[in-house]
């Protein structure tokens, strides 16, 4: 989720599509590699914060306030930079604005 061009839904379909796959390891880049759990914790991960991140952009709330206010319990400890967190987390509130303003326009 580095990227400028934030796209969650499709994250959120790949994982989908390796899920089916039946890996037996799986590398990430924010934990050793595991046998179990790494497609379903990164999904809950993206789910959570998008979660977050709509009620904010919904509720007029800006970036820095949303990203305060939002709990992240389980995912605020994992090995990634604080830098890394706060900007995917502003890239995913950039995105749902974007679309909530393009489905206005329509």
Not at 30 to 36: E, G, L, M
Request: aromatic share 8%; net charge negative.
């Amino acid at each position: 989720m580095n990227s400028d061009d934030v796209d969650t839904t499709t994250w959120l379909k790949a994982l989908d599509e390796v899920e089916q796959l039946a890996p037996i390891m799986i590398g990430s880049g924010h934990r050793k590699a595991t046998a179990q759990g790494a497609i379903a914790s990164t999904r809950d991960c993206i789910l959570f914060v998008r979660n977050a991140m709509q009620n904010a952009t919904e509720s007029w709330t800006d970036y820095d306030t949303a990203y305060a206010q939002t709990d992240r319990p389980g995912y605020k400890d994992l090995p990634a930079l604080e830098e890394d967190k706060r900007g995917n987390a502003y890239r995913i509130y950039i995105d749902i604005e974007q679309s909530q303003l393009k489905a206005e326009n329509r």
